[in-house]
C-alpha cells in the first residue's frame, strides 16, 4: 500500500520535530532514475543547506531548506530511515548525510522520487504543481464547491488527487462506509446532508489514523510501524465479514478498474428516497 494523507502527515511533523535546523552535508545515490536532476547537481545544491521544516502536499514530503526544496515520494513501500551514518541499513536508495554524524536513508521500491526544486520553482513542479488541497485542508464550504455540477461516480472524484490530495486505496473503503454511500453513487445525485456526511467522513477517518500514528504499513525515522492496524478497518479488505453497523456480509464489488469493500446494505447504489427522508425529517 503506498502512504496517503495520514502516514504522509504523520511523517512530515515527525521530520519537521527532529530534523528542523540540520544541516545537510553531503548526498548520495544509488538510484539516479528516482532523481530529476544528476547526482553531482543534487549534492551540489543540498550540501550546506539548512532544513527548515517539512510539510506534506497529498503524498509528497517537501523538506524546505534554506538552499530549496527536497521533495520526496515514497512510492510503494518506501521508507525513511534516520540513523548513525556509520549503521546505514541494508537497502538505501539516496542518502542525506546530516550534522551529527547521522543519516537520512531513503529506501524506495516503487514509483518513489526524490526531486530537488528552487523554491522559486516550486509552482512549475509537474508532479505536484496540479495537486489540489490536502483532504484535511479542505473546508465544508469548499468541499460543496468542489463537488457542485460535478458528473461521474464518487470514488473516482475522490481519488483524484487534482480535486483532492491524500485519499488513495487504503482508506477510501472506510471513508465511503462512514458515509453510507456506495462508490458508485453519481456526484449530482448526492443530497447536501450526504455531502456534508461525506466531508465529515473524510476527517473522522484521517484524523483517528494520524492520532493512531498512521498506518502499520509504513514505519516512522526510527523504523517503528505506526498504530492504525489492519483490525482498525471497518469494511475495507474485510470481504466475508460482518458489516460492523448490520452484521450485513461485506462484498468485495469491482468498480471500473478498482475493487470496493462495501457493506451492501448501508451503502446502497440507489439514493434513499427523498420521501422518506422528508418525514424523518418531520417526525423530528
Ligand atoms: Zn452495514
Redesign the pocket.
Known amino acids: 500500500m503506498p502512504p496517503e494523507l495520514p502516514e504522509i502527515v504523520c511523517r512530515a511533523r515527525e521530520m519537521s520535530r527532529r530534523l528542523a535546523g540540520r544541516m545537510i552535508t553531503h548526498v548520495e545515490a544509488l538510484q539516479p532514475k528516482c532523481l530529476n536532476v544528476p547526482v553531482a547537481t543534487l549534492r551540489k545544491a543540498l550540501s550546506g543547506a539548512r532544513i527548515s521544516g517539512v510539510l506534506n502536499r497529498g503524498k509528497w514530503l517537501f523538506v524546505e531548506t534554506s538552499k530549496g526544496h527536497l521533495l520526496l515520494n515514497l512510492g510503494m513501500g518506501g521508507e525513511i530511515l534516520l540513523v548513525p551514518t556509520d549503521r546505514l541499513p541494508q537497502k538505501w536508495r539516496v542518502r542525506f548525510d546530516l550534522d551529527h554524524s547521522e543519516s537520512l536513508a531513503v529506501n524506495f521500491w516503487w514509483f518513489g522520487y526524490a526531486h530537488y526544486v528552487p523554491t522559486a520553482k516550486l509552482g512549475k513542479h509537474a508532479m505536484t504543481a496540479g495537486l489540489g488541497p490536502n483532504a484535511l485542508d479542505v473546508s465544508l464550504d469548499d468541499f460543496r464547491a468542489l463537488l457542485a455540477g460535478r458528473r461521474g461516480a464518487i470514488k473516482p472524484f475522490l481519488l483524484d488527487q487534482t480535486h483532492v490530495a491524500g485519499i488513495g486505496n487504503a482508506y477510501i473503503h472506510d471513508i465511503l462506509f462512514r458515509a453510507r454511500l456506495h462508490p458508485l453513487r453519481p456526484i449530482s445525485s448526492l443530497s447536501q446532508p450526504e455531502i456534508d456526511g461525506l466531508h465529515a467522513a473524510i476527517r473522522t477517518e484521517f484524523e483517528r489514523s494520524i492520532q493512531l500514528g498512521a498506518a502499520f504499513f509504513e514505519v516512522d525515522l526510527d523504523g517503528k510501524p505506526g498504530g492504525f492496524a489492519a483490525s482498525d478497518l471497518l469494511v475495507g479488505y474485510r470481504q466475508g465479514k460482518p ?6 456480509t461485506v462484498e468485495k464489488i469491482k468498480t471500473g478498474t478498482t475493487a470496493t469493500f462495501i ?1 451492501p ?3 446502497p447504489l440507489r439514493a434513499p428516497s427523498p420521501k422518506r427522508r422528508s418525514t424523518r425529517v418531520k417526525k423530528a
Do not use: A, E, V
Not at 458489516?243 to 450485513?248: A, D, E, Y
Open positions: 458489516c460492523p453497523q448490520c452484521g450485513t457493506c446494505r448501508c451503502q
